[in-house]
């Protein structure tokens, strides 16, 4: 019997949640996906130094304030890891916009096109690129613009809601990141229910409902779930698009060998019973507000990932003021 991680990969693309270039090389997935945090914790380490010194020395060479030489290695930096993780990867990686921008719609556009102009500058086509942006409704419609007037691929992330879905498969986005472990955190933290078994998991209840009506009304943004805490999450959602997990949960995965059953494909989805739903912004301000688990962790998502780039920005900062 092949490994579970293997089993899932004739099923689901996977993606790895990493910085880390050796777990990719290890576990060989298709795209990647990164974040301020994981940028963060990757900036420690003593093989990726010389990322941090090329955008300072590219940042210096450009004209204007020390704050705007700081957001210029902040930026190449963060390409400089996405094209890296290129060489290990066939397929695509995701570079996240600054969470402090999530409510700024027209600054989002410039800082999206402003990252794929660096990568042009290293040879590398957007078609490998997707833009994290929040999933808020400026992030939302930052992408729709992106995509519809800059063919700019987008990963709308931060998703909680089954409204902030919909709202992204109007909007005609690449591809979205509904979280699953956070979901999983709050029932923990707020209710009575400590253990779920994986199908009643609420994390995966609502990957799933997306899922399904997303194949059930053809829409072609794609779900790659997110943010898991244990292997049964994981294949509880087996025949997802794709699914982005940690280097530790890959190697737990990669260690079993247990039947995986596929619960999600386009064909069960076309029999739900599901009505179609208009999204507008005051349909989804509503929605959103009436999902105490989504308000509550979009808010603390940007919170933290806002956190997180303040501190890269400190350890580059100093680097920028030694050169």
């Given at each position: 019997m092949p490994s579970v991680l293997d089993q899932i990969k004739d099923h689901t693309v996977v993606v790895a949640d990493t910085g880390d270039f050796e777990a990719m090389k290890k576990y060989e997935p298709t795209d990647d996906t990164t974040n301020p945090s994981l940028i963060l914790a990757a900036a420690q380490m003593e093989q990726y130094q010389h990322l941090i010194d090329d955008a300072v020395q590219y940042a210096k060479a450009k004209e204007g304030s020390f704050d705007d030489q700081l957001d210029w290695t902040m930026?190449?930096?963060?390409?400089?890891?996405?094209?890296?993780?290129?060489?290990?990867?066939?397929?695509?990686?995701?570079?996240?916009?600054?969470?402090?921008?999530?409510?700024d719609k027209e600054a989002s556009i410039s800082k999206a096109r402003r990252i794929i102009d660096l990568y042009k500058e290293k040879g590398i086509d957007k078609e490998r690129i997707l833009i994290k942006l929040p999933t808020t409704w400026e992030g939302i419609e930052a992408a729709r613009t992106l995509e519809q007037e800059?063919?700019?691929?987008?990963?709308?992330?931060?998703?909680?809601?089954?409204?902030?879905?919909?709202?992204?498969?109007?909007?005609?986005?690449?591809?979205?990141?509904?979280?699953?472990?956070?979901?999983?955190?709050?029932?923990?933290?707020?209710?009575?229910?400590?253990?779920?078994?994986?199908?009643e998991d609420p994390g995966v209840q609502s990957v799933t409902r997306i899922y399904n009506y997303y194949k059930k009304f053809g829409y072609q943004t794609v779900?790659?779930?997110?943010?898991?805490?244990?292997?049964?999450?994981?294949?509880?959602?087996?025949?997802?698009?794709?699914?982005?997990?940690?280097?530790?949960?890959?190697?737990?995965?990669?260690?079993?060998?247990?039947?995986?059953?596929?619960?999600?494909?386009?064909?069960?989805?076309?029999?739900?019973?599901?009505?179609?739903?208009?999204?507008?912004?005051?349909?989804?301000?509503?929605?959103?507000?009436?999902?105490?688990?989504?308000?509550?962790?979009?808010?603390?998502?940007?919170?933290?990932?806002?956190?997180?780039?303040?501190k890269l920005e400190n350890v580059v900062k100093e680097r920028l003021l030694k050169a």
């Open positions: 930026d190449r930096l963060f390409v400089n890891f996405g094209s890296e993780i290129l060489k290990i990867i066939p397929g695509r990686v995701s570079t996240e916009i600054d969470a402090r921008l999530s409510f800059y063919g700019i691929h987008c990963n709308l992330t931060l998703l909680f809601s089954f409204a902030q879905a919909v709202a992204c498969a109007e909007a005609g986005v690449t591809l979205i990141s509904p979280y699953v472990g956070r979901i999983f955190d709050w029932y923990v933290e707020n209710t009575d229910r400590k253990k779920f078994q994986p199908l779900v790659m779930g997110a943010s898991f805490r244990n292997t049964e999450q994981i294949t509880a959602l087996a025949g997802c698009d794709l699914l982005t997990i940690s280097p530790s949960l890959l190697e737990k995965l990669s260690s079993s060998n247990e039947k995986v059953t596929v619960y999600l494909s386009e064909k069960q989805a076309k029999q739900c019973e599901l009505t179609k739903i208009n999204m507008d912004e005051k349909t989804f301000r509503w929605m959103l507000n009436e999902d105490e688990v989504a308000t509550d962790k979009l808010a603390e998502g940007i919170r933290n990932f806002a956190v997180d780039a303040v």
